[in-house]
C-alpha cells in the first residue's frame, strides 16, 4: 500500500523535491509498508526488489551502505546499485545509486539533514525545545500499552509554574518558561519525556518508574526549581501532580487524577507536591507471578548511548513477559512459545546493532565481545529447542536471562564499553 501522509512531507515543496529528486528514493515504514516511491525509482526498478533478502537486511541496518543487484522492471536484467538507507522516526529512506554515478550525494545529504529537521520540528515547542501537545498525544498511549504489555510501572508526573507578577509579563514568562525546561531536562533520565502541555503546563511521562519514585523526581525538580535564579525574574516555584498509570483504566482517567493531583498541589498553597497513591505496581505487587521473579531496569544501568539504552530496556521487557509466560505455559505453550522467539530475535538484533556501533567507536575488545555474542545465542537457540521437546523449566528460563544475559553480560561485559558513551562529570 502506498502512503505518503507523513507529516514533514506536507511542508511545501518538500513531497515535490523527493519526487523529482533524480536518484532512485523509497520511503518505507516500520511497518514494512512502503511510504513513497519517487518517478525515478518507479521508472527504473520494480517494487518488488524492496522485498529481497539483501534489501531487508539493509533496511533492518540502514547505518550500512550496501552494494546490491536489483531486478529492472519488466526485464529480467539486473543493475548493480549502491543503497543507502537512512533512519527517520517511524520511517527509512532508501536512496540507490548506480556504483558508475553517485554524483547526488551531496543533495542527498542535505535532503535527509532537512527531512530530520523538519520532523523534530512538527513535534517540539517552538519557544522552550520540550515536545508538544501533539507529540504526547501520539506518545502516550504507546507508552500507556507497553506499561500494561511488559508489566513496568508508567507514572505521570504534572507541573504548572506558579503565578506571580513578573511571570505574566510576556518577554520576562518566556525566559523563565525556557529556564524551566533546562533545568528539568537536565534533572530527568534518559528515558523520561517532556512535553509542553500548554501555556504554563507541563507534563512527564517517566516510563518504568512507579508512583513513590516518581514522587521523589518531583521532589527533587521541584527543590531544584526553587533554587534556580533567573536573570530577569528572579526566583520561580511550580506546583507538582504525579500519578501511576492503573493496568486497564482509560487513558483519559489517568490524565484526570494527574491533574487531580496537580489541581490538589495548588490548593494546598503551591510550591509542593501530590501524590494519587495508587498504580499498576500495587496491583502486581499482590499477584505472586508477576513479582517473585521480575527483573526491574534501573538508571544505573544506561551506557550512555540512547539506542543501546532503549534496546536494553526492551530486553528487559520481553524478559519480563517471558517469564510470565512461563508460569502459564501448561495453560497456553503458544504464548510461550511466541514469546521466546520474539526474545531471541531481539536478542540477535541487538547484538548486530552493538557491534556495528562498537566498531565505528573501533573498541579495542570488539572481537571477545563478538565471541561473547555467539555464546549466548547459541544457549538462547538450544533453550528454544529444548522448549520445542517441551524440555524447559522456569528455573532454566531465569537463570539464563537474569545471571547470563544480565548480570553476567549487560551488568559486568557491556559495562566494559560504557567508557565510549559515558559524558565526563
Request: aromatic share 6%; charged share 25%; glycine share 6%.
Given at each position: 500500500?502506498?502512503?505518503?501522509?507523513?507529516?514533514?512531507?506536507?511542508?511545501?515543496?518538500?513531497?515535490?523535491?523527493?519526487?523529482?529528486?533524480?536518484?532512485?528514493?523509497?520511503?518505507?515504514?516500520?511497518?514494512?509498508?512502503?511510504?513513497?516511491?519517487?518517478r525515478s525509482f518507479t521508472e527504473r526498478f520494480d517494487a518488488s526488489c524492496l522485498k529481497s533478502d539483501s534489501m531487508q537486511q539493509l533496511l533492518?541496518?540502514?547505518?550500512?551502505?550496501?552494494?546490491?543487484?536489483?531486478?529492472?522492471?519488466?526485464?529480467?536484467?539486473?543493475?548493480?546499485?549502491?543503497?543507502?538507507?537512512?533512519?527517520?522516526?517511524?520511517?527509512?529512506?532508501?536512496?540507490?545509486?548506480?556504483i558508475a554515478d553517485a554524483a547526488f550525494s551531496t543533495r542527498l545529504s542535505e535532503m535527509q539533514s532537512r527531512i530530520i529537521e523538519l520532523e523534530k520540528l512538527s513535534a517540539t515547542d517552538q519557544l522552550t525545545g520540550a515536545w508538544n501537545r501533539a507529540h504526547f498525544d501520539k506518545t502516550v498511549s504507546i507508552?500507556?500499552?507497553?506499561?500494561?504489555?511488559?508489566?513496568?510501572?508508567?507514572?505521570?508526573?504534572?507541573?504548572?509554574?506558579?503565578?506571580?507578577?513578573?511571570?505574566?509579563?510576556?518577554?520576562?514568562?518566556?525566559?523563565i518558561l525556557r529556564e524551566l525546561v533546562d533545568v528539568i531536562s537536565t534533572n530527568?533520565?534518559?528515558?523520561?519525556?517532556?512535553?509542553?502541555?500548554?501555556?504554563?503546563?507541563?507534563?512527564i511521562l517517566a516510563p518504568s518508574t512507579d508512583y513513590q519514585a516518581a514522587a521523589a523526581l518531583a521532589e527533587t525538580l521541584r527543590s531544584k526549581i526553587e533554587q534556580h535564579t533567573t536573570r530577569d525574574a528572579?526566583?520561580?516555584?511550580?506546583?507538582?501532580?504525579?500519578?501511576?498509570?492503573?493496568?486497564?483504566?482509560?487513558?483519559?482517567?489517568?490524565?484526570?487524577?494527574?491533574?487531580?493531583?496537580?489541581?490538589?498541589?495548588?490548593?494546598?498553597?503551591?510550591?509542593?507536591v501530590v501524590t494519587d497513591e495508587q498504580g499498576s505496581s500495587d496491583i502486581w505487587e499482590g499477584d505472586q507471578n508477576n513479582t517473585i521473579l521480575r527483573l526491574n531496569w534501573q538508571d544505573a544501568y544506561e551506557c550512555g548511548d540512547p539506542g543501546i539504552d532503549q534496546q536494553h530496556r526492551m530486553l528487559f521487557d520481553l524478559a519480563n513477559t517471558l517469564i510470565g509466560a512461563?508460569?502459564?505455559?501448561?495453560?497456553?505453550?503458544?504464548?510461550?512459545?511466541?514469546?521466546?522467539?520474539?526474545?531471541?530475535?531481539?536478542v540477535i538484533q541487538h547484538f548486530d546493532d552493538e557491534e556495528a556501533l562498537l566498531a565505528r567507536h573501533h573498541y579495542v575488545d570488539l572481537d571477545n565481545h563478538k565471541r561473547t555474542h555467539k555464546m549466548l545465542v547459541a544457549h538462547a537457540i538450544q533453550l528454544r529447542e529444548a522448549?520445542?521437546?517441551?524440555?524447559?523449566?522456569?528455573?532454566?528460563?531465569?537463570?539464563?536471562?537474569?545471571?547470563?544475559?544480565?548480570?553476567?553480560?549487560?551488568?559486568?561485559?557491556?559495562?566494559k564499553f560504557y567508557p565510549l558513551f559515558k559524558q565526563p562529570s
Open positions: 500500500m502506498i502512503n505518503s501522509d507523513i507529516s514533514w512531507l506536507s511542508e511545501p515543496n518538500t513531497h515535490d523535491l523527493l519526487m523529482q529528486l533524480p536518484l532512485p528514493l523509497a520511503i518505507i515504514g516500520d511497518d514494512g509498508n512502503t511510504r513513497l516511491l519517487n533492518r541496518a540502514p547505518e550500512n551502505d550496501a552494494s546490491l543487484t536489483v531486478i529492472l522492471p519488466g526485464s529480467s536484467n539486473a543493475s548493480a546499485v549502491v543503497a543507502r538507507a537512512v533512519k527517520i522516526g517511524e520511517n527509512t529512506i532508501l536512496l540507490l545509486e548506480n507508552e500507556l500499552s507497553r506499561s500494561q504489555r511488559y508489566f513496568q510501572p508508567l507514572s505521570l508526573i504534572f507541573f504548572e509554574i506558579d503565578p506571580s507578577g513578573k511571570v505574566s509579563d510576556p518577554r520576562v514568562g518566556d525566559e530527568i533520565r534518559t528515558p523520561d519525556m517532556l512535553y509542553r502541555w500548554n501555556g504554563e503546563k507541563f507534563v528572579g526566583h520561580f516555584t511550580i506546583s507538582l501532580g504525579v500519578t501511576e498509570y492503573v493496568c486497564d483504566e482509560s487513558e483519559k482517567s489517568c490524565l484526570q487524577r494527574a491533574e487531580a493531583a496537580l489541581d490538589a498541589a495548588k490548593t494546598a498553597g503551591r510550591n509542593r512461563a508460569f502459564s505455559r501448561v495453560e497456553n505453550p503458544d504464548h510461550f512459545d511466541a514469546s521466546l522467539q520474539k526474545l531471541l530475535e531481539h522448549a520445542g521437546k517441551g524440555g524447559i523449566s522456569i528455573s532454566e528460563v531465569v537463570d539464563f536471562l537474569a545471571n547470563e544475559v544480565i548480570a553476567q553480560h549487560i551488568l559486568k561485559t557491556d559495562r
